[in-house]
């Protein structure tokens, strides 16, 4: 009779692991009703347009794919308190000249992919072994740390038939370290890499960060509940932008839509801000040596692209200082472009994505040139500067001011994309 009682409690606990694995599949992302959400913002739209979504056992994923079904793979990976309208340009352009199938997604927490209540576990070796739902009645819980986005990535290639695809990696800052974290789990699965202005070597550490990393018990339950209304109310928002130096300059528009991601993420869809707060805690933002040094042994191509103005990871040290982790790689510096260097200067850094991503794999990165085109076909692709520039360095918010980092140089200047990321 003793030896029963654990196979009961065993086979209850499958079962409600099971259960809420399933139940979770077929949410969708967590909002507030109308009711719940402050009465002054209650005319505020989703700022995101929706694409295809899945069920995880971390709620729902947004995603879209772009090109042929026979096309090679693309995965693209966001930054921080971005979405996957950063690449929305950039996919259309690789499928229609390259015949690639782009897919881009928005990592749990950000955009309209669910931001499921956070880990509070304090080791990952501990949650590891928590079943879904447990110690929450919201459903799973997530640590939002590299390998928790990594996964993330592979359920949804799993669920969109792309389980044994081999990939290339297409990654902007923290997607940039996202993608290295993929590359380390799935290492045979990657093709090549490129990565513009990846994260986790910023070189200086704000006092902020520290606050964070000592309480960040207290602080990510509470962050939900001490975000203050007034501070976000309109008008209130645009003084305190036209007070900022670097967001000079911003037209009436971009106000406006840089305050409807704010207040739709913190006070209508649910679990934001706890989200960004674990993921600016958990991920090592300031020495990610040895995940860069792990992936770099393979021999597979890399791209570094680098912003020449990226005032938060400068090309001259932290640039070289990556480049230097990877036995096969290539570290370009755009002219004239900042930390988004994707949205800065696309006429310069599409073509060169492009060219790479045709590379064969046993390309020697050390023989290939600036990935420059020939000018004529530069002509022919030349109208991606009169398309209207609703770039989503667009639905990036400025993050770096979580974390501390006010002293970032990359000032967005375009009325649809007047953001600073990580």
């Known amino acids: 009779r003793q030896a029963v009682r654990p196979s009961k409690v065993l086979m209850g606990a499958l079962q409600t692991r099971e259960a809420n694995a399933d139940r979770w599949k077929s949410e969708a992302m967590r909002c507030r009703s109308e009711p719940q959400v402050p009465r002054c913002f209650r005319e505020v739209r989703c700022p995101y347009p929706k694409g295809q979504t899945i069920g995880s056992v971390f709620g729902a994923i947004n995603y879209s794919v772009c090109g042929p079904e026979n096309g090679e793979v693309v995965m693209c990976f966001h ?30 927490g950000h955009g309209l992919s669910n931001a499921p209540p956070v880990d509070l576990c304090p080791s990952r070796a501990c949650s590891s072994c928590c079943l879904p739902g447990c ?59 490129a990565a513009i202005s990846p994260a986790g070597f910023v070189p200086r550490v704000p006092p902020l960060y520290y606050l964070l990393r000592a ?52 006070f209508v869809k649910r ?13 090592n933002w300031f020495n990610l040596s040895h995940l860069y040094n792990d992936v770099g042994r ?48 696309p006429t310069e850094v599409h073509p060169r994505i492009l060219r790479f991503l045709s590379l064969p794999e046993n390309t020697s990165m050390a023989s290939v040139g600036e990935l420059g085109m020939r000018q004529s076909r530069l002509r022919a692709e ?41």
């Not at 191509?301 to 001259?316: K, Y």
């Open 79 to 108: 930054g921080l308190n971005g979405s996957r309208m950063l690449f929305q340009e950039i996919a259309v352009y690789l499928a229609r000249h390259g015949g690639f199938r782009v897919v881009t997604f928005d990592l749990y």
């Open 382 to 422: 030349r109208p991606l500067e009169s398309q209207p520039k609703t770039r989503e360095g667009s639905a990036e918010m400025p993050v770096p001011m979580i974390l501390g980092n006010t002293d970032v140089a990359s000032t967005v200047q375009d009325e649809g994309r007047d953001t600073l990321t990580l």
């Open 271 to 283: 679990g934001v801000a706890g989200a960004t707060l674990a993921t600016c805690s958990r991920v």
């Open 135 to 193: 110690c929450s009645l919201s459903g799973a819980r997530a640590r939002y740390d590299l390998e928790c986005f990594a996964e993330q990535t592979a359920e949804l290639l799993s669920s969109i038939g792309l389980a044994a695809a081999r990939v290339n990696l297409l990654g902007f800052s923290l997607g940039g370290a996202v993608a290295m974290a993929f590359a380390k789990r799935f290492p045979e699965r990657v093709m090549r890499i």
């Open 298 to 345: 393979h021999p597979r191509p890399t791209l570094l692209l680098w912003g020449e103005r990226d005032g938060l990871n400068p090309p001259a040290t932290v640039g070289q200082k990556v480049a230097g982790y990877f036995s096969n790689a290539k570290l370009l510096v755009i002219p004239q472009a900042g930390h988004i260097a994707l949205c800065d200067q």
């Open 215 to 266: 309480c960040w018990c207290c602080l990510i339950p509470l962050a939900p509940h001490v975000v203050c209304t007034c501070w976000y109310k309109k008008e209130r928002f645009t003084r305190s932008l036209k007070k900022d130096p670097q967001m000079q300059g911003m037209g009436e528009q971009a106000v406006t839509n840089l305050w409807s991601r704010f207040v739709w993420q913190l």
